[in-house]
């Protein structure tokens, strides 16, 4: 083989490489052996420089830096979608379409939108020659060296192509590779990009490709413009060519035949909106017929015949109308940003937490700043960056946190990033408190809501959360918005929440740093409130998940004379916390047991229940992981399967003495 045949060989296998990576999403060559080839070929085109062909894999980076962009005319427009945001707006969309071509079944494409920037690649005889951003759509900027230096960018195409392809799609950067790309950046003191699309079109726009072959840009391909003398009857039928070309196209890309199923597809994404591995900010609708398309034809360059049918945006920018601080049941300062109510991530947003005064410092958020909000899927909302060319040339003052509590006045302290309020009976942290103490995972009062907190507070009604179970009919009804109805409500759902679970009590006293895990955890091990009023930090730190901090944290409470008068009120006033009966110890702790048959003294879910409180875990199925099978009368294959595997077995009357085993 001569060194010339050697190098279209060695070009031949990279370019299949890429194509079965990129493209089919099938590799065959290892890294590895990526590597070695692609070694090999740069040292031959290196010894014998004629041997170096513009669309070798190794021509990836290789332009000048350029002083600017030249203009590009496309030899086809690029159009863009028209959007639609609801699913009446959608179907209005199929109605029109259905409408003006007459009564004759429409299929369409569902594509994902994806958030980059639109380019257009030219290709003549299969070989890449020229690359453009969309521009005005008419007149784009030429980006050839840039686009090259994309990997799923095929520089050379499969066998079959037009003399001319103009072949359309987006150019990103996703996410994974977008939060690596910020990180480094962060590290090496570089500004960092706001969020993927930006980084792409800075990337992309670099004068340097050198600098553009560092960005991790990707690309799928989803239009053509012109087409040589390739002629397609379908949008699917176009896609499958594409792919064929090796032009990367979208695996989540959909023939559909209905509204319905369009409809069905769109929440499918939406619901996985965060799951798929780039941004993407909607979906696109096209007519998949291309004689059908003709016929819809556009207005002002918007086809007919597509619609983008979007998300609810995740960013939408606001104004920063105040900057409060709230003063939280552990007396923590929290500023907060007031803002003008804006629609993000498909509810509407009036205020953001800034967490403390560190992070208002990094962001530098300002009172009247115009900012980036960001609220994806359940995420809480977040300020994502002050909007820096909006602020008044003449500036605006500086956020400071107070050196005193808003709510009570007394000194405030710093502890780390964290501010505190130091007065225990701070209004605001009672408040804070007497919320906790209610919530849902606590005492589960329902009824007892923010308001009528606050004016028990106000109105020096409660002090600790004991003053709840003491107050009269008369003094709830004299609450304002308590009518006979509420407070009968309420005073039924405070007499039930006096048999509560060890666990909730624990985690309604609100210690600092006691999650509902960690309450479990203590009431599992201590088993009453005296208890653990009086376990020593040794006794604390031997919880299983209690680290050093959490356990004095719990000491402090335990050994604060205020802490302990208010449990004792708590139980005084009828609070009756029911200590775990999971058990880490007894013939259950740990096992695997298997029911059989029917048991004449329980239910199959009380014996579930039963062995459950012991921590035990009941399974369906007898395999060596079984520990136990619990026979009852009539048991079959699994009673055989038992014996079979030497698996320990007990009838009711041996399963009812198990169970006494533990009663204390
Ligand atoms: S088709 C005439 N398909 O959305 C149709 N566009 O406003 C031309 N986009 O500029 C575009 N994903 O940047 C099409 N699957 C997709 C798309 C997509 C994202 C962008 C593209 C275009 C804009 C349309």
Sequence with gaps: MTEAERAEELRRQLREANHRYYVLDAPTLSDAEYDRLF??????EEAHPELRTADSPTQRVGAQPSEKFAKVQHRRPMMSLANVMSDEELAE?????????????????????LDGLAVTLTYENGRFVQGATRGDGQLGEDVTANLRTIKSVPLQLQAGAPSVLEARGEVFIPKADFARLNAEREAAGEPTFVNPRNSAAGSLRQLDPRETAKR???????????????????????LAKMKDLGLRTNPENKLVRSLDEIRAHYADLLRRRHDVPYEIDGTVVKVDSEDQRRRLGSVSRTPRWAVAYKFPAEEEATTVEDIQVSVGRTGALTPVAFLTPVHVGGVTVARATLHNEEEVRRKDVRKGDRIFLRRAG????????VIAEARPKEGLPEFRMPTHCPACGAEVH??????????LSCPAQLHGRLRHFASRGAMDIEGLGDQTCSQLVERGLVKTPADLYALTREQWLGLERMGDKSVDNLLAALERSKQTSLRRFIYALGIRLVGEATARALALQFQSVERLLDATLDELQGVRDVGPEVAEQIHDFTQTAENREAVRRLLAAGIQPAPEVVLARG???????????????Y??????????RRGGRVSGSVSRKTDLVVAGGDSGSKLKKASELGVRVVDEAGFHALLQEEQR
């Excluded at 007459?102 to 994902?112: I, L, M, N, S």
């Excluded at 359940?378 to 960056?385: G, N």
């Excluded at 710093?414 to 007065?423: D, K, L, Y």
């Design 587 to 601: 013939p259950f702790a740990g096992k695997t047991v298997v029911l059989t048959g029917s048991l004449a003294g």
């Design 216 to 238: 991790p840009l990707s690309m799928f391909f989803y239009d053509v413009g012109e087409t040589g003398e390739l002629r397609f009857s379908s949008h699917w039928e176009k």
């Design 39 to 44: 070694r090999e070929l740069t040292q031959l």
């Design 93 to 113: 969309f199929d109605a029109r379409v259905h409408r003006l071509l007459g009564d004759e079944p429409v299929g369409y494409v569902f594509e994902p939108k």
């Design 414 to 423: 710093r502890e780390g990033a964290i501010t505190r309020c130091t007065n």
């Design 603 to 612: 239910s199959r879910e009380q014996a579930k229940a039963e062995i459950e």
């Design 378 to 385: 359940d995420v809480i909302p977040e300020i994502v960056r």
